[in-house]
Nanobody, 127 residues
Framework: QLQLVESGGGLVQPGGSLRLSCAASGFSVGGSYAIGWFRQAPGKEREGISCISSSTGGTYYADSVKGRFTVSRDNAKNTVYLQMNSLKPDDTAVYYC???????????????????WGQGAQVTVSS
């Protein structure tokens, strides 16, 4: 059964760091599908923030997180990570990982292009 499970969320002070994990089952993260990271804050639309392409491993970031967040994957653990540094209160949201609908393409940051989603992990940045 195909499944994505996020972990690693929590409460952190401004300027702090967290690492989110997205553990996959039922398919290989290093295979043919890109994995994206999205977030949704209360009262706001879901925002695509980062993704990692399947075959090339190319990574992409929204301007809001560029230079602070890093996406990576461990094929042996079948897990994708989102390292978040220099966190700000505006980063507070529920974070989701998701799998691209299509195979072997450059990843995009549009949620409509993803079909399987994790349950989400709450990240709260507050002093």
């Amino acid at each position: 059964q195909l499944q994505l499970v996020e972990s690693g969320g929590g409460l952190v002070q401004p300027g702090g760091s967290l690492r989110l994990s997205c553990a996959a089952s039922g398919f290989s993260v290093g295979g043919s599908y890109a994995i994206g990271w999205f977030r949704q804050a209360p009262g706001k639309e879901r925002e695509g923030i980062s993704c990692i392409s399947s075959s090339t491993g190319g990574t992409y970031y929204a301007d809001s997180v560029k230079g602070r967040f890093t996406v990576s994957r461990d094929n042996a653990k079948n897990t994708v990570y989102l390292q978040m540094n220099s966190l700000k209160p505006d980063d507070t949201a529920v974070y989701y990982c998701a799998r691209d609908k299509n195979r072997f393409r450059r990843c995009v940051l549009r949620s409509a292009e993803y079909d399987y989603w994790g349950q989400g992990a709450q990240v709260t940045v507050s002093s």
